[in-house]
């Protein structure tokens, strides 16, 4: 028996009383895009969650294969008649038993999809203002870059873009310098120059930022470049823009006082496009 919202119940299941990543944090995920009954970016997504499970010394299963990954991820999606264009998300966590130290470095995981609209990349130019948050900051650690269950930083700081009619708003780290946005990496135009915050920064080792940083460096007369960022670059640049898989590019138009154009956003939402039906 559990008491649930004042109601003593009955215990059915284990999901939520007893799972790891419900009650430490104790998972990391991957959150995917489907067009066309296929993965994309199947190979970075597979190394980064078999990098992440190695970070928090979870046991890889013999049979965690990428083809097994993709197979599982597409029975699902094929089940609920997603094929055309779908999100993902594949979560990961230490299987029962224990408090802070577990019994077992054994998993398991848990599969859900979700319809979408579209299924390649669109730019979206409406109006998208962004914020610093400062409540909480970003560690530069290695635990950083991964994709774990622990959110907190990213749910606190969308409720105050919530409440503060912010689109989104811009983490940093514990010297205060850029990290990222809440929903995925943060790029910055300045002239002819491209230039993202290093992953040793505290930033997540996104799977869309790596493809950005492939495309930006073909872009003839764009120097590419990974340096720290601080608060006060932002409005000295020509272009913001955030990148996550789902989204692919979303330009910033606005932050505090200054006012953002989205030509480079616009020429790599197209090469994205193109690299996409290429493969």
Known sequence: MINFNGNIVAQNDNILTQNRAFLYGDGVFETLKIINNKIL???????????????????????????????????????????ASARARITVFRNDGGLYLPKTNEVSFLIHATLLDNALYALNTASYEVDLYKDFYVTKQLLSSIKTTNKIINVTGSIFAHENGLENCILLNDTKNVVEVLQGNLFMVMGKKLITPPVSEGCLNGVMRKQILGLAKKVEGIEVSEEIISPFDLQKADELFLTNVITGIQPISKYRKKEFTSNLAHLLVQKLNESISEN
Do not use: A, C, W
């Not at 190695?54 to 049979?63: D, T």
């Open 41 to 83: 970016f199947l190979e970075d997504h597979y190394f980064r969650l078999m990098s992440s499970m190695r970070v928090v010394r979870m046991e890889i299963p013999m049979n965690f294969t990428m083809e097994y990954f993709e197979e599982q991820v597409l029975k699902l999606v094929q089940e609920k008649g997603l094929s």
